[in-house]
């Protein structure tokens, strides 16, 4: 896939590659955070020891650094979008030319996973359609189920009240 950077992206990205030594593959920005999507394998470089290189970008460009490691493996990728939020399942379904992802996360989660006003939910999708071609991602609150398909038994189901128009929570009964 193809990506389109602006002569900002360019600049920041090699100054962010020559901070870390890290190799970066995109980057996004909003006035909040920077988003560089790193290499896989070259977040421990990216971060860097202590986390010497994330708060020293967050100096230099004035903003919150969020890291992303890239991964050929569409799921994994997405897990890596999300992290540190564990997912609980990611799976891929295709219709026509639109790839679409869900993940199913605690309920307790499911707010973190969209965000103030659907930010990191739209950030998340945003990234992935970039570099993999996703045209949304779904995001389904449940609990993980045991061999015999019954909710943990110290898994407590919560609601969550938050949405985002990229997003079309479904709960699980």
């Not at 997405?78 to 990611?90: C, G, Q, R, S």
């Not at 379904?93 to 973190?112: C, E, I, Q, S, T």
């Given at each position: 896939?193809r ?65 992303i ?48 006003k ?56």
């Amino acid at each position: 896939m193809r990506i389109k950077l602006n002569t900002e992206d360019i600049m920041r990205i090699s100054l962010f590659e020559k901070m870390t030594g890290a190799n970066v593959i995109d980057s996004t920005s909003d006035d909040e955070k920077i988003v560089f999507v790193v290499k896989e394998g070259d977040i421990g470089a990216a971060i860097g020891k202590g986390g010497e290189n994330v708060k020293n970008a967050t100096d230099k460009f004035g903003k919150k650094i969020d890291l992303i490691e890239y991964s050929e493996d569409l799921k994994q990728f997405i897990k890596n979008i999300f992290a540190p939020i564990e997912l609980e399942d990611v799976w891929v379904k295709k219709f026509g030319n639109d790839l679409v992802v869900y993940v199913r996360v605690h309920p307790r989660l499911r707010r973190a996973i969209i965000g103030d006003k659907g930010k990191n939910i739209d950030r998340a999708v945003d990234i992935a359609g970039r570099l993999a071609g996703v045209k949304n991602i779904k995001v389904v609150a449940g609990l993980r189920k045991d061999a015999d398909n019954r909710p943990k038994k110290d898994e407590i189901p919560e609601k969550a009240a938050e949405s985002s128009e990229n997003v079309q929570a479904e709960e699980n009964q």
